[in-house]
């Protein structure tokens, strides 16, 4: 498939200069779509055109740490966490004066997503997001798990390491290309698509991101001070009462499905678990058709009462 063609915009909020993409009629509803690590918004690509084309208002950020998106302060704690990422997403809607948006995300992007749905739901029009519940547990994160779930988070025990830091410094793109190939196993990809995305690594202060974000969801590492609400917020496990649709790659070599679905009673509202056949993590990249369908529905079924 072609790289869509795209231009970047920048806005300013409190913390960042956000680089994003924008795509159908300005006057459209507003869609926002948010990647998750290690990925970047040519995830969206096909998914984006396809909403564009309805007539949607389609905004795709690059997340903090990834692409043109920059910290404005020099000083600036380099946080990963969270609540970074959600706070994020509700500055940039507050720049871009939207009260109100339909939220697509995964893994990163999935967990702001939520986070916005479940403690600021006047802003969430519906929600689809990869992988369900995607807000942290981080009390219970130092928790052992089963064998064969702890070995595939390898890689943020890795990066839990001054080894892991020094590892991701030197060699970002190729740990990125390992954790594409083990996490969508039965996906192809070419080297020109995963170097469009890769570029987005060789942002300054994606080392210090990554790394702050995979600590701090295990509680080895600090937050960012001001945050401290939000987190507080996020561990009382809060529920999710926006009409939601959860995607679920059937053949996601991190975060595959399970057999029960143990996040039902997270979601108060309206809530629908599709497990997607031979799907890996990037669920937007590699079921773009399913990822609008899915929004799509929500959609359609908001117009219908």
């Given at each position: 498939?072609?790289?869509?063609?795209?231009?970047?915009?920048r806005?300013a909020?409190?913390?960042?200069?956000?680089?994003y993409?924008?795509?159908?009629?300005?006057?459209?509803?507003?869609?926002?779509?948010?990647?998750?690590?290690?990925y970047?918004p040519?995830?969206?690509?096909?998914a984006a055109?396809?909403?564009?084309?309805?007539?949607?208002?389609?905004?795709v950020?690059?997340?903090?740490?990834?692409?043109p998106?920059?910290?404005?302060?020099?000083?600036?704690?380099?946080?990963?966490?969270?609540?970074?990422?959600?706070?994020?997403?509700?500055?940039f809607?507050?720049?871009?004066?939207?009260?109100?948006?339909?939220?697509?995300?995964?893994?990163?992007?999935?967990?702001?997503?939520?986070?916005?749905?479940?403690?600021?739901p006047?802003?969430?029009?519906?929600?689809?997001t990869?992988?369900?519940y995607?807000?942290?547990?981080?009390?219970?994160?130092?928790?052992?798990?089963?064998?064969?779930?702890?070995?595939?988070?390898?890689?943020?025990?890795?990066?839990?390491?001054?080894?892991?830091?020094?590892?991701?410094?030197?060699?970002?793109?190729?740990?990125?290309r390992?954790?594409?190939?083990?996490?969508s196993?039965?996906?192809?990809?070419?080297a020109?698509?995963?170097?469009?995305?890769a570029?987005?690594?060789?942002n300054?202060?994606?080392?210090?991101?990554?790394?702050?974000?995979?600590r701090h969801?295990f509680?080895?590492a600090?937050?960012?001070p001001?945050?401290?609400?939000?987190?507080?917020?996020?561990?009382?496990?809060?529920?999710?009462?926006?009409?939601?649709?959860?995607?679920?790659?059937?053949?996601?070599?991190?975060?595959?499905?399970?057999?029960?679905?143990?996040?039902?009673?997270?979601?108060?509202?309206r809530?629908?678990?599709?497990?997607?056949?031979?799907?890996?993590?990037?669920?937007p990249?590699?079921?773009?058709?399913?990822?609008?369908?899915?929004l799509?529905?929500?959609?359609?079924?908001?117009?219908?009462?």
């Amino acid at each position: 498939m072609p790289a869509l063609a795209v231009e970047i915009h920048r806005v300013a909020t409190g913390a960042l200069e956000i680089a994003y993409e924008a795509h159908g009629p300005p006057d459209g509803d507003p869609a926002i779509l948010l990647h998750g690590f290690p990925y970047d918004p040519r995830s969206f690509d096909a998914a984006a055109a396809a909403l564009a084309g309805r007539g949607l208002r389609v905004l795709v950020p690059y997340l903090r740490g990834f692409g043109p998106t920059r910290l404005r302060a020099p000083a600036a704690m380099r946080s990963g966490q969270q609540a970074a990422v959600a706070r994020d997403l509700a500055d940039f809607m507050d720049a871009l004066a939207i009260p109100r948006a339909a939220l697509v995300g995964y893994d990163w992007g999935g967990r702001a997503a939520c986070i916005a749905a479940a403690l600021w739901p006047e802003r969430v029009r519906c929600l689809v997001t990869g992988a369900g519940y995607a807000i942290q547990d981080i009390a219970a994160a130092v928790a052992p798990q089963a064998p064969e779930t702890e070995h595939r988070l390898w890689y943020q025990y890795y990066f839990h390491t001054e080894r892991g830091r020094a590892g991701l410094a030197a060699n970002r793109r190729e740990i990125g290309r390992l954790l594409w190939r083990l996490w969508s196993p039965t996906r192809r990809f070419d080297a020109a698509a995963y170097d469009r995305t890769a570029a987005s690594f060789d942002n300054p202060d994606f080392v210090e991101i990554v790394i702050h974000s995979y600590r701090h969801r295990f509680g080895y590492a600090a937050g960012e001070p001001a945050l401290e609400p939000i987190e507080r917020a996020l561990a009382r496990r809060p529920p999710i009462a926006v009409p939601t649709i959860a995607l679920w790659g059937a053949d996601d070599g991190v975060t595959p499905p399970p057999a029960l679905d143990a996040d039902a009673d997270r979601f108060t509202g309206r809530y629908e678990r599709r497990i997607l056949p031979r799907i890996g993590h990037d669920i937007p990249g590699e079921a773009p058709d399913a990822t609008v369908a899915a929004l799509l529905a929500l959609l359609v079924g908001e117009a219908g009462g």
